[in-house]
């Protein structure tokens, strides 16, 4: 019986954690941040997508900046430019779902990592984007964000991995950062809004927040 007992709260405390965790991600996740300054003209457009769990962060390429595109691969033809960010091992070795395995899932979310910048091009706009209209300074704001994130050498040059994007029109570049539990590539995307003085969560490791303040 004292076994039981010990088996049942080693149990309890093992999944007291993970559902701590999600309590306190969709208490955040409810909490709105909202915009800084609602006095402008919001002239400029962006748009957020989802494969169902990461979110993108998707500039018409007019819209970003010089520094930005600069060291990007991208033809005259591409018009839309989607970020993400995440973990390099994850990224690489687990293209779809049924590549996923505990050790890189656990490597991923609880061990310090390499961070890679996933840049994917588009000729059109797809109808299931998710429009937002923004000003100038937000969207100078969240350029310099993305610019940021990029891991560059010496001589300020973005760091490619060549043969690394999963089709002809996506590649991966180095990141700066480091992902976990509490800095998802969600999370990088919705403290991308913040940054720019854009209505975001207070903080979520889920797509469906942000996306959520602008559906």
């Not at 979110?55 to 991208?74: R, S």
């Not at 976990?180 to 207070?202: D, E, I, Q």
């Amino acid at each position: 019986m004292k076994l039981l007992k010990s088996i049942l709260k080693w149990v309890f405390y093992i999944l007291l954690i993970p559902i701590t965790y999600l309590i306190v991600s969709l208490l955040l996740t409810a909490i709105t941040v909202d915009r800084e300054n609602d006095n402008q003209v919001f002239g400029k457009t962006i748009y957020l997508n989802t494969n169902g769990v990461h979110l993108d962060i998707i500039l018409p390429k007019k819209n970003v900046d010089a520094l930005l595109l600069n060291g990007i691969h991208h033809e005259s033809y591409e018009r839309y430019l989607a970020f993400g960010w995440g973990d390099e091992d994850f990224y690489i070795n687990t293209p779809t779902w049924a590549d996923l395995t505990f050790t890189n899932a656990f490597s991923a979310m609880f061990l310090k990592s390499s961070t890679l910048m996933h840049v994917t091009r588009y000729r059109s706009k797809y109808s299931d984007w998710v429009q937002i209209k923004i000003s100038e300074n937000e969207l100078k704001q969240l350029n310099a964000y993305l610019l940021q994130s990029f891991q560059t050498n010496q001589n300020g040059e973005k760091l490619f991995l060549t043969n690394q994007g999963y089709t002809p029109t996506d590649d991966f570049y180095k990141a700066v950062g480091s992902y976990s539990c509490l800095n998802t590539c969600n999370s990088w995307a919705n403290l991308a809004f913040k940054r720019s003085g854009l209505k975001a969560c207070l903080w979520t490791p889920f797509d469906f927040g942000l996306l959520s303040k602008y559906k």
